[in-house]
Structures are given as C-alpha cells and as structure tokens.
C-alpha cells in the first residue's frame, strides 16, 4: 500500500496532475484554449468599440462616410444611364464604347482587382448568409415532405380517402345512408 500511495502522490500530489501535464504536451487543454480565445474575441472586440467611442462631428468624417456610400450606387446607376444612353443618342454612346476599346488591358486587369477587392469582402459574406439558409432551408425539407404527403393524403380526392379500414362497424355504417326527410319529401312529390 505504501508504494502504490507513494506513486500516486508523486503523481498527483502538491497541487500536480503529472498525467494531465504530460497530455497536455500532445494536445492543447481545451478549457485553457476556450479562455485564450475568449480573452482574444474580448480584446478585438474592446479594440473595435474603441474605434466608434470618438464621436465623429467634423465635416472630413462626415465627407469621408457619404464618399464610402457612394460607389455602389454610382455604378448601378451609370449602369442604368448607360442603357438609357444607348437608346436616345447610339451615335453619342457608340463613340463613348470606341474609346473604352482603346483602354490596355492591364488597365482592365487593375481596374478588375480594385472593384474585386471593393466588393468582394460583402459578396463573400452574402454568399456566406445564403449558403447558411439554404443549409437550414435544406434541413427543413424532410418536415415539409412529409406534412405535404399527410395533406395529400387527406384531399377528398386521393384514392381511398374514404376507406374505413378494418373497423366492420364503420364499414357498415358508411355503406348505410342516414335518413334524409327533405329527400323522401322530394322522392314523394316526384312519384305523385
């Protein structure tokens, strides 16, 4: 008994896991590693509100903003302007067209780098968003197969829809009509 306490108080005595310290060499300690990140988020995210707790009054901040906001509608517009172009004046817009197939193509290149690099980085999150709710959306489908199947199979419709199983007195009760006055009535005054 003396060696065996002997051991594991080497081992685990004074405060030490030698195993945990030992396994901890392979493979991170996941609990340690959730706090370091946690700490990390918290600094990034201490550093980013640091950024909006100046408040921005001056007329260069306010500038600065509207021409941040300004390139995606200004081409969707030039866009659209180019169109409406094309129709009232082809010879004006034809010329316009000359002139950009005069432009190198390394300046198409530069030019298809910077509004990459503008647009890419909300495209990618788009994308990102959409790729999440078509996976959920996708994750939903079994359900709405199955409860599109159960309300088919109750449309009057649907072949047996009316079967009552093999519940004899339900059969019986099914095949027999309930008596229906305002139908003899008019059976009566048929036959007279």
Known sequence: MGLISGVLALLFGGGRNVVQETAEIFRENSEAGGNRALAVQTQAMTQFGAEFQVPRKGGFDR?????????RPALALGTLGLFVTAMVDPLWFAARMQGLALVPEPLWWLLGVIVSFYFGARHQAKIQNLQRDISATMLR????????E?????RADSPGVADPGPDAGLSIAVSQSDANPALEDWRRLRKA
Do not use: E
């Open 150 to 154: 159960a309300l088919r199979k109750l």
């Open 141 to 148: 489908a079994p359900t709405v197969m199955a409860n599109l």
């Open 63 to 71: 500038f600065m903003d509207g021409l941040n906001r300004l390139p």
